[in-house]
């Protein structure tokens, strides 16, 4: 029964889960608590930025025209007549032959069309008061930054979906959303399943290793914007898994189990779905790490069984639980940015599945340069630490030359565009 698991691609897996799963709740959070989150709006200038012509530099405000005649042997003096700092308008406005001292950022004067810098005048005092000499012409508009240069009124600057980063919360303060609509983080419950697993306080004894995945997990979960609700570890008896899970799906709309998704003796993910009545979308994947994936849905739960082993459990969460979270939290990229790089060593495939190795994907003389780190086994953890993206190897007999352009799919999901999704 356990071994009658037929494998689907990565691309069908991922087909089958993202046209189950949908958006979730929009909720309203203070702008403080809306990092990583997505966008439940469109938020669209409600006003020029700047709302002024305003003051690019320290300096005096003057007309061009005044100027015109100015050089170093012929200076042209300019009255100052008033001074004008950031937050303050001008009490008067600018005649000719005259100047007003402006701090940056303050508005630009009735009358006025330049700014010089302070540096580029003489400041001078006589028994009228203050005066600058101008040495040589300024152009109109020179130092102005103009009302509506950098959003105009009415401008869509954000879609739906879209994830709040720096950027985001720089835009939305500036149009005054001390609060903002978004999708809900999911809060998704991790289990580990393993009667060798320790809680990671305990010293280690023969036999057991301590419990690492949920850790990672809740990481990985975290950077997706999800809410992790990690509910401990639980030893390999069905009973007690069956219960665990049971509760998990009251408390939370997705669980994530690790362990016991395989063929052994203890492995108990497929019997416990067989007893929940869940609908299995797929129970294998055509990939390594991670071939005994289990994605299954009770009613509008899911369940996602995902090996023990550290580095398919990774994937896993990469390319099958990111997908359903992102759709739930409304965004508009659902997948890692998958990009194109060329290879540093060779590679030689003899395995039908789909290959994902840990890889690190480098800059080097103007060309994105991809190498596997660390052993090629899905029990390793130390390649984790190197790794930034994961080298896509087709399954077949063939081998990949030092050279050869592969697919890479981006760990990092910051700084680096989404020009495609992550699908084989
Ligand atoms: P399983 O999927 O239960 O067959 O486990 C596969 C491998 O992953 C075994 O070597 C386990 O000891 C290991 N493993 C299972 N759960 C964890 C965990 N939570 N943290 C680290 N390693 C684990
Ligand atoms: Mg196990």
């Not at 949908?22 to 200038?45: C, M, N, Q």
């Not at 005096?60 to 950031?86: G, H, M, N, W, Y």
């Not at 639980?234 to 709309?253: G, N, R, S």
């Not at 509008?300 to 992102?326: D, H, M, T």
Request: net charge negative; aromatic share 6%.
């Amino acid at each position: 029964m356990k071994t009658d698991r037929k494998p689907v691609t990565i691309e069908e897996a991922i087909e089958r889960i993202v046209s189950r799963s949908s958006p979730g709740k929009a909720i309203t959070v203070s702008l403080e608590k809306a990092d990583f989150l997505h966008l439940a709006e469109d938020i669209v200038a409600d006003h020029h930025v700047p709302m002024f012509d305003r003051s690019m530099y320290d300096g005096f405000a003057v007309k061009a025209a005044d100027t015109q005649q100015a050089e170093p042997d012929a200076p042209k003096r300019l009255r100052v007549i008033e001074s004008i700092p950031a937050g303050k308008e001008a009490q008067g406005s600018l005649q000719s032959g005259t100047a007003m001292r402006i701090m940056t950022g303050a508005a630009i004067p009735p009358g006025a069309d330049a700014v010089l810098m302070l540096e580029d005048v003489r400041e001078g005092n006589d028994e009228d008061g203050s005066y600058i000499e101008v040495t040589s012409p300024v152009s109109p508009g020179s130092h102005i930054s103009h009302r509506g240069e950098d959003i105009t009124a009415g401008m869509v600057l954000a879609k739906i979906g879209r994830r709040i980063g720096s950027g985001e919360k720089a835009v939305l303060a500036t149009f005054g959303y001390h609060q903002v609509k978004v999708y809900q983080p999911p809060e998704v419950a991790i289990l580990a399943t393993g009667s060798e697993l320790l809680p990671v306080d305990a010293p280690l004894v023969p036999g057991k290793i301590r419990n690492s995945n949920s850790y990672m997990v809740e990481t990985q979960l975290r950077r997706m914007g999800a809410v992790p609700k990690p509910l401990g570890i639980i030893k390999d008896d069905f009973e007690a898994c069956y219960q665990a899970v049971t509760t998990a799906l009251e408390e939370a709309d997705f669980v994530v189990t690790t362990g016991g998704a395989s063929v052994g003796d203890y492995d108990f993910v497929q019997a416990l779905i067989e007893r929940l009545d869940a609908e299995v979308l797929f129970n294998k994947v055509a990939m390594r790490p991670g071939s005994v994936t289990t994605v299954a849905k009770k009613g509008e739960k899911w369940l996602f069984g995902l090996s023990g082993n550290p580095a398919a459990c990774f994937v896993g969460v990469e390319l099958f639980v990111r997908p359903v979270l992102k759709k739930a939290m409304g965004a508009q990229h659902l997948h890692l940015p998958q990009i194109s790089a060329t290879l540093a060593v060779d590679i030689t495939t003899t395995n039908p599945y789909t290959r994902l190795m840990r890889a690190r994907t480098e800059l080097h003389q103007g060309q994105l340069v991809v190498r596997p780190v660390g052993l090629d086994k899905s029990s390793i953890i130390s390649g984790l630490l190197e790794a930034n993206s994961l080298l896509m190897i087709p399954g077949g007999e063939q081998t990949y030359h030092r050279g050869e352009k592969v697919n890479v799919i981006w760990l990092e999901e910051e700084g680096m565009c989404h020009g495609s999704t992550a699908r084989s």
